[in-house]
């Protein structure tokens, strides 16, 4: 299973998911979530607070949105977060995989770090699938899917730097090799 696993993600190509990952991060970082800020003002989307929110939180965040930051925070989630979400797990999580196969780790305890990403990015539709409830709620919304929500930020919030630490910790051993590598062979002529 693991060599068939190894297989499919060696065939895939990086740059046909980064590249529109990449997109999608400048489009939401540029354009949409300053757009959101202006509505909040000091206040910060649910998104990025990583120690998670309470229902106080939420429900003064949704009144100084009213109808148009609601609608506005809808789509930033269902039209560029989800998608981004599914860019960047295949993208980690191939690049993961390349980059153990290359130092000759795949074998090893690491090869469970192909994990990391996976779960940043369930964690990440769990709270987006979260935060679309409460945007799209007319009623009171339940306590249970503000602490579930939360819980998800909080989770995402751990998955998602390990990724990266995984990420290049695994690039600056490569680079390491490779620079070892020509030191060597430099010595030898």
């Known amino acids: 299973m693991k060599q068939k696993i190894r297989n499919i993600l060696l065939k895939i190509s990086i740059w046909a998911c980064a ?11 540029f354009m949409l979530i300053p757009r959101l800020q202006l509505l909040l003002g000091h206040m910060q989307l649910l998104d990025t607070m990583s120690n998670g929110y309470n229902a106080s939180y939420v429900h003064q965040l949704l009144e100084k949105f009213r109808s148009e930051g609601r609608e506005a925070y809808l789509s930033l989630e ?13 993208t980690f999580t191939v690049s993961i995989t ?9 074998n090893s305890a690491l090869f469970y770090s192909l994990l990391f990403p996976i779960l940043a990015g369930a964690f990440d539709l769990g709270e987006d699938i979260g935060i679309i409830s409460m945007l799209i709620s007319e009623n009171e919304i339940s306590a249970s899917i503000i602490k579930l929500t939360s819980c998800s930020t909080i989770l995402k919030g751990v998955f998602l730097p390990l990724t990266l630490l995984t990420l290049f910790s695994q ?11 020509k030191n060597k062979t430099s010595l030898i002529r």
């Open 78 to 90: 269902l039209y560029a977060d989800i998608p981004f979400i599914f860019l960047y797990v295949i």
């Open 171 to 181: 690039l600056g051993l490569m680079g390491y090799r490779k620079l070892k590598l």
């Open 98 to 106: 390349k980059l153990l196969v290359k130092n000759g780790l795949w």
């Open 19 to 29: 590249m529109p990952m990449v997109i999608f991060f400048m489009v939401m970082t």
